[in-house]
């Protein structure tokens, strides 16, 4: 279609005859007199100037507003034809504009200020901003639409003919006084497609909560830092790698599965269109980038390998611990983890059985071979996997799902508390950084461990540290 068509729908040399086309009218405004023609009056009637001079005692006399000339100027180039643009400085003009435009009844004027550009002053920098930026769905409304008077008029010709106003009620266009006009217009690229603004993580930490303050949803989750891949070797599903803290407790779900089948925890990023469900990898860094979560709220991540149970489990501690909490109590039973309250500033924690199977392990800087888990517990594979698979935790407690008939006081028990797990001969590990996929069979949670960077110990710590 050519695009002049679409042009026709909205434009139109037909003016209709509101007043005689040839007569000219005078119109007073401050200091300034403007002669227009009554085809140009017309052009955008009926209007507050038509209903003055449609009057038989009207017809010769000179309307005199006490409006400013400049503005005015304006509105005469719009009724004459002329296409009307603001710049960018003129953030204050357009606002005086609108609300005269409003005021004056010029519905065509109003229409062609609010259809294509919206206006803010961040901190003492003006922008003119392109509404098709910022119309996508989960952008959309925004602090620009909000606080704009040319999205919020409640102004018309019928209400100031009703009320006999004098003059529009002031207006400002939208600011942000406090904010960074920099960021800002890293935003507007960002809006654009251009992803290379975005300098390193810190950089993208601030930008999200820019986009939080004025409401760029979707922008946000389209930066925020994130991994999707597909594996090889279970090509049937994709799975999204993010940051613990950007994951949204209520877009997490679980897939329906055969019973005895694996059900991977999956997660659909918001706002972000035609976005599919993909299995969740979440990863962990000892070191909080969140800006909304602040690096001195604790937080920690220990691996237990318990060479008496032939047992891995993982123990979340701290605001990471509230965290994880958070993210998955709704899609598992409060039964099936635990969750420890306790004094000090390990505060809250929460626990689950793990497999490290195909983990890609450093430890201490040192690369660990695939089988470390194995030798270390002094099991076979097929050991092991046999008890993660059946190994539960119920009541505080890990009970074997092959011996759950046995009486618990008996010494042939295998039902343990989860206590039991972190003592006796135990080591246990730092995580500085970690991905995790949580899975459920039968119900029961299990988590599974990709990769980790860990220590063993303060030196090992320490090693790891750069100078800054």
């Not at 040319?150 to 009703?162: C, G």
């Not at 946000?220 to 940051?243: C, F, G, L, M, W």
């Not at 059900?263 to 976005?275: H, S, T």
């Not at 929460?350 to 430890?363: K, M, R």
């Amino acid at each position: 279609m050519n695009p002049l068509d679409n042009a026709t729908h909205e434009y139109s040399n037909d003016i209709p005859v509101i007043l005689p086309h040839s007569n000219i009218y005078n119109i007073q405004v401050g200091s300034r007199l403007f002669k227009l023609s009554g085809a140009s009056l017309s052009s955008d009637g009926p209007s507050y100037f038509t209903n003055y001079f449609m009057q038989p005692e009207n017809t010769d006399k000179t309307l005199f507003l006490d409006r400013s000339p400049e503005v005015f100027e304006r509105i005469c180039v719009h009724l004459q034809g002329y296409y009307v643009s603001v710049d960018e400085d003129d953030d204050r003009i357009s606002v005086f504009l609108a609300q005269d435009a409003a005021y004056f009844g010029l519905n065509r004027l109003s229409a062609i200020l609010g259809k294509e550009y919206l206006f803010i002053r961040v901190g003492s920098t003006p922008f003119k901003v392109p509404k098709s930026l910022i119309a996508a769905p989960g952008n959309y409304p925004n602090y620009l639409t909000i606080n704009n008077p040319l999205d919020q008029r409640i102004l018309s010709l019928e209400v100031v003919q009703k009320r006999q106003l004098l003059r529009p009620p002031p207006a400002k266009s939208a600011e942000a006084p406090t904010r960074s006009a920099r960021l800002f217009a890293d935003i507007l690229e960002l809006l654009r497609g251009n992803l290379e603004v975005i300098r390193d993580d810190t950089h993208r930490r601030v930008l999200m909560r820019e986009c939080r303050y004025y409401r760029f949803l979707e922008l946000e989750q389209r930066i925020i830092k994130h991994a999707v891949t597909r594996n090889p070797y279970t090509p049937d599903s994709e799975e999204i790698i993010i940051n613990v803290n950007d994951v949204s407790p209520k877009y997490i779900s679980i897939p329906q599965v055969p019973e005895g089948m694996e059900a991977y925890v999956q997660y659909q990023r918001p706002y972000i269109a035609r976005e599919p469900r993909r299995n969740l990898v979440f990863q962990v860094d000892y070191e909080s980038d969140s800006l909304g979560g602040p690096q001195s709220q604790f937080h920690d991540v220990k691996l237990y390998l318990n060479k008496t149970l032939k047992l891995v489990t993982t123990k979340f501690s701290g605001a990471i611990g509230h965290k994880v909490k958070k993210l998955f109590q709704d899609v598992a039973h409060p039964e099936s983890w635990i969750c420890d309250v306790t004094q000090g500033p390990f505060n809250f924690s929460v626990s689950f059985i793990t497999t490290l199977l195909d983990c890609h392990s450093v430890i201490n800087g040192l690369e660990m071979k695939n089988t470390w888990v194995y030798d270390f517990l002094g099991v076979s594979a097929e050991e092991i996997a046999h008890t993660f698979n059946s190994a539960i935790i119920s009541e505080g407690r890990i009970v074997y799902a092959d011996d759950k008939s046995k009486d618990e006081s008996s010494p042939a028990s295998k039902k343990r508390r989860l206590t039991d797990a972190i003592q006796g001969d135990v080591f246990e590990f730092r995580l500085l950084k970690s991905q995790w996929s949580l899975t459920f069979l039968n119900e029961h949670p299990k988590l599974i461990c990709s990769r980790f960077e860990g220590v063993s110990d303060t030196f090992s710590f320490n090693k790891q540290k750069s100078f800054i």
